[in-house]
């Protein structure tokens, strides 16, 4: 399968689970089309022989797609189970029957877009990777590998001024929100007054000041540096050729 198909498929787990917003929560998109997740840890209380195939078979995670079950490794990283546990939807949604080299590439394909669209990475002005990281919730690894073909595709899209493909139209607008007027994809509420925030890089309003005895994030990314820096015109005129009618 291309990879034009697999974002295909990708835009149509958006639509059917009503994703819009991000970081995706793959549990849930997991158990919309009819898994029940174990760790290998609970399976190995119940049973310890079953807890040693688990990990003979995969470090990370398993599947069993006739009784839609995936098993994974609690022990590791919540940003590596992450993306396992989207690897597997990956091999689910792409209808693979074994884990051959090409299938495990087309499912890693599928979870880092599924993760972090590349158009997601574009508007949320994602300066590097570690933007990327810290918004789709992906380890720095997989951040990375998404950041780079995220910039071969942006050079592609702006600096070459190729237009947008129906499959990449039909994208936009699956985020788009008339009363934002613009592409959104990350929608929360705020920490303090309740109040809904669209692409937020911060978990409360501008309203809304921290307390003084808790202390800001030391991890705030650049993004706080290009939030409301005076580029948005800029940004405005570039989309506007990007958004223009597909030749
Ligand atoms: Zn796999
Ligand atoms: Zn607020």
Not at 38 to 52: D, P, S, V
Not at 216 to 244: N, Q
Request: with cysteine; net charge negative; hydrophobic share 35%.
């Amino acid at each position: 399968m291309n990879h034009y198909d697999i974002q295909k498929r990708i835009l149509d787990v958006f639509a059917e689970c009503s994703v819009f917003s991000f970081p995706v929560d793959c549990t849930s998109l997991l158990e919309h089309y009819g898994y029940t997740l174990h760790t290998y840890q609970e399976l190995g209380r119940k049973n310890k022989a079953l807890y040693e195939m688990c990990i003979s078979y995969s470090e990370e995670a398993f599947r069993d797609g006739a009784h839609r079950i995936i098993a994974y490794n609690q022990d590791k990283s919540p940003l590596r189970i992450r993306f396992s546990l989207a690897h597997e939807l990956g091999h689910h949604i792409l209808g693979h029957k074994n884990e051959t080299r090409h299938n495990e590439i087309e499912a890693n394909f599928f979870a880092g877009n599924l993760l972090a669209p590349r158009m997601a990475i574009y508007y949320a002005r994602c300066q590097n990777a570690r933007d990327v990281s810290f918004i789709f919730q992906i380890s720095e690894e997989a951040a990375q590998i998404a950041y780079e073909d995220y910039l071969r595709w942006h050079e592609e899209l702006l600096l070459r001024e190729r237009r947008m493909t129906a499959l990449e139209r039909d994208m936009y607008y699956h985020f788009y929100r008339a009363e934002q007027d613009c592409f959104v994809w990350n929608v929360k509420t705020c920490d303090f007054c309740g109040a809904t925030l669209y692409n937020s890089y911060e978990n409360h309003c501008r309203g809304c000041e921290l307390p003084k005895e808790r202390p800001l994030r030391s991890d705030t990314p650049a993004l706080s540096d290009i939030l409301f820096s005076d580029d948005m015109e800029r940004f405005r005129r570039m989309e506007a050729r990007w958004l223009s009618p597909i030749l």
